[in-house]
C-alpha cells in the first residue's frame, strides 16, 4: 500500500473542507430545521447542540425527537441511534482496506466524522489508486461545523425554513451521492451491487418499520460484493 494513502497534510485538509463547503449548505440547513424541531420539543438550547456535535447523524437525531418526552428509557434511544447509523458499520467496512495501516487511536479519530458526502468522495478516490483521506478528515470537518452551526441557528432562526422538503432541499444530498456513484468504478459487478441494493431498500422501505431500508439495502448490496469478488467473472 502506498504510504500516500495514510499520511495527511494540512493543505490538503483546508482544501477537501473547502471543497466539500458547497454541499455543508444544505447539511446546515437541515441543521436548522433540526434545532427548531429540538426546541419545540422541548429539548434545551445546549443539550441541542451537544446532541448534534457528538451524535452528529441527522436522522437519527430527528428520530430520537419523535420518541423524546414519551417516558421511554435510554437503552431504545441508543438502539434506535444505532440501527439508523448502521449504515456507518459498512462505510468503515469499505474504508478499512486503506485506513488499515494507520494507528488506531488516529484512525477513530478520523471516522469520526465519517458521513456519506465525504465517504461517497473518498471511496472512487481509492478504488482509483488515490488517497481520500483528506476528503474523510476535511470534508468530514466541513460537514459536522456546518451541522452544529445549523442547530445553532435552528435554535433561534429556524421558524424561517420550518420544512426544507417544501423548497426541495431533501434531493441535494441523494443528487450528490448519486453523482459520486456514477463517477466511481464501472463493471457489472459494480451494477448489480447497486440494484440489489436499490430493490431491496424500496421492498424494505415498503414493508419494514422506519428507517431499516437503509441498513437493509446496503446490507443486500454488500453481500453481493462479499460473494462477488473483483475479477471474478459471471
Same mark, same amino acid.
Given at each position: /500500500?502506498?504510504?500516500?494513502?495514510?499520511q495527511?497534510?494540512?493543505?490538503?485538509?483546508?482544501?477537501?473542507?473547502?471543497?466539500?463547503?458547497?454541499?455543508?449548505?444544505?447539511?446546515?440547513?437541515?441543521? $436548522?430545521?433540526?434545532g427548531?424541531?429540538?426546541i419545540?420539543t422541548g429539548?434545551?438550547?445546549?443539550?441541542?447542540?451537544? !446532541?448534534?456535535?457528538?451524535?452528529?447523524?441527522?436522522?437519527?437525531q430527528?428520530?430520537?425527537?419523535?420518541?423524546?418526552?414519551?417516558?421511554?428509557?435510554?437503552?431504545?434511544?441508543?438502539v434506535?441511534?444505532?440501527?439508523?447509523n448502521?449504515?456507518?458499520?459498512?462505510?468503515?467496512?469499505s474504508?478499512?482496506?486503506?485506513?488499515?495501516?494507520?494507528?488506531?487511536?488516529?484512525?477513530?479519530?478520523? !471516522?469520526l466524522?465519517?458521513?456519506?458526502?465525504? #465517504?461517497a468522495k473518498?471511496l472512487?478516490k481509492?478504488?482509483?489508486g488515490?488517497?481520500?483521506?483528506?476528503?474523510?478528515?476535511?470534508g468530514?470537518?466541513?460537514?459536522?461545523l456546518? #451541522?452544529?452551526?445549523?442547530? #445553532?441557528?435552528?435554535i433561534y432562526?429556524g421558524?424561517?425554513?420550518?420544512?426544507?422538503?417544501?423548497?426541495?432541499?431533501? /434531493?441535494? !444530498?441523494?443528487?450528490?451521492?448519486?453523482?459520486?456513484v456514477?463517477s466511481?468504478?464501472?463493471?457489472?459487478?459494480?451494477?448489480?451491487?447497486w440494484?440489489?441494493?436499490?430493490?431491496?431498500?424500496?421492498?424494505?422501505?415498503?414493508? $419494514?418499520?422506519e428507517?431499516?431500508?437503509v441498513?437493509?439495502?446496503?446490507?443486500?448490496?454488500g453481500l453481493?460484493?462479499?460473494?462477488?469478488?473483483?475479477?471474478?467473472?459471471?
Amino acid at each position: /500500500m502506498s504510504s500516500k494513502n495514510i499520511q495527511l497534510t494540512a493543505q490538503e485538509t483546508w482544501v477537501a473542507f473547502k471543497e466539500m463547503l458547497p454541499i455543508s449548505v444544505f447539511v446546515l440547513i437541515f441543521g $436548522l430545521a433540526f434545532g427548531l424541531a429540538s426546541i419545540q420539543t422541548g429539548v434545551n438550547g445546549f443539550n441541542t447542540v451537544l !446532541m448534534s456535535a457528538l451524535v452528529f447523524g441527522g436522522a437519527s437525531q430527528f428520530a430520537t425527537l419523535e420518541l423524546w418526552g414519551q417516558s421511554i428509557s435510554v437503552m431504545p434511544l441508543v438502539v434506535t441511534v444505532f440501527f439508523i447509523n448502521a449504515r456507518h458499520i459498512l462505510m468503515g467496512a469499505s474504508l478499512y482496506p486503506w485506513l488499515k495501516d494507520i494507528p488506531t487511536v488516529k484512525r477513530y479519530c478520523y !471516522m469520526l466524522v465519517i458521513s456519506d458526502a465525504n #465517504w461517497a468522495k473518498a471511496l472512487p478516490k481509492y478504488q482509483q489508486g488515490q488517497s481520500g483521506l483528506a476528503d474523510i478528515v476535511g470534508g468530514g470537518l466541513a460537514l459536522w461545523l456546518m #451541522w452544529i452551526i445549523g442547530t #445553532w441557528l435552528g435554535i433561534y432562526f429556524g421558524y424561517l425554513i420550518e420544512n426544507p422538503r417544501v423548497f426541495g432541499l431533501d /434531493m441535494v !444530498m441523494a443528487c450528490f451521492l448519486l453523482t459520486m456513484v456514477m463517477s466511481g468504478q464501472k463493471s457489472l459487478r459494480i451494477v448489480v451491487v447497486w440494484i440489489v441494493a436499490a430493490i431491496v431498500a424500496i421492498l424494505a422501505y415498503w414493508y $419494514l418499520p422506519e428507517n431499516m431500508h437503509v441498513v437493509v439495502g446496503a446490507l443486500a448490496g454488500g453481500l453481493v460484493g462479499v460473494f462477488w469478488k473483483e475479477g471474478v467473472k459471471s
